[in-house]
């Protein structure tokens, strides 16, 4: 079942790059595993996937436990606590959301003590809804300036997630702003070296992110199936 989903959406990654003049190979795939065990995790693995996003700290560092025999890739995506990085700064491939300047600064503090320096994205709260994490635009290219000067953090991007809407054309309108911040930040030069990720697009709206230049999709449900959470 995951094998096949994630060759479904190989096919779709496909012909949506080929519709946008896009080559597949710019578009990192990030299957997004949270609620989901390991074996389905190995599953996806097995399948060809090596990255993959969580959400909870704690989740994901059992997870890795029971995967250290596989050759992973743990992308953090979901909203981090100051007090959770020591965690998961030793071995984090890359973290997506960071949204202040204390956030940035223990990452970089703990990385500098695990002598690493990590890949992060500014997770930026696009369609600036109340209940979303993520900076808001206008005080993006501050908190990218000032995470950027951190010497063991790389800013290596950007991240949004897209409206909770059907409509096509709010959704593009949000990955469409993240785009023009980037290549702000770009032509401004306020990062050492010029970035290089959007993170944006999920099962429902990945198409419309690729239109609009994403390098890493993350991609659930249309892998793993609709989660179901634990009832309290
Ligand atoms: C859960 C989650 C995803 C995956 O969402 P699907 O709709 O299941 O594809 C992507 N990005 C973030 C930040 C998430 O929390």
Redesign the pocket.
């Known amino acids: 079942m995951i094998a096949e989903n994630v060759q479904n959406i190989e096919e779709i990654l496909k012909k949506t790059c080929l519709q946008h003049g896009r080559a597949r190979s710019e578009i990192t795939l990030i299957a997004?595993s949270?609620t989901f065990g390991a074996d389905a995790v190995a599953e996806a693995h097995s399948a060809g996937i090596v990255d993959f996003?969580e959400?909870y700290v704690q989740e994901v560092t059992g997870k890795r436990l029971e995967l250290l025999n596989r050759d992973l890739r743990w992308h953090f995506?979901?909203h981090l606590q100051t007090n959770k990085v020591k965690y998961i700064a030793e071995w984090v491939h890359m973290v997506h959301s960071v949204d202040s300047h204390s956030l940035a600064a223990e990452l970089d503090k703990r990385c500098g003590k695990a002598g690493r320096v990590l890949d992060v994205l500014i997770e930026v709260n696009t369609s600036e809804e109340a209940t979303k994490f993520g900076v808001r635009p206008a005080e993006a290219l501050s908190l990218i300036a000032s995470a950027a000067q951190l010497p063991h953090l790389r800013v290596k991007g950007l991240m949004t997630?897209g409206p909770f809407t059907d409509d096509k054309s709010a959704t593009r309108a949000s990955f469409r702003t993240l785009r023009e911040i980037f290549a702000e930040a770009n032509r401004t030069n306020i990062t050492p070296q010029p970035m290089t990720e959007l993170s944006m697009g999920?099962?429902?709206d990945f198409p419309e992110a690729i239109a609009e230049g994403s390098t890493m999709v993350?991609?659930?449900?249309?892998i793993f199936g609709s989660r179901t959470y634990p009832t309290p």
């Open positions: 997004v949270k996003g959400n995506i979901g997630i999920m099962s429902h993350r991609i659930g449900t249309a």
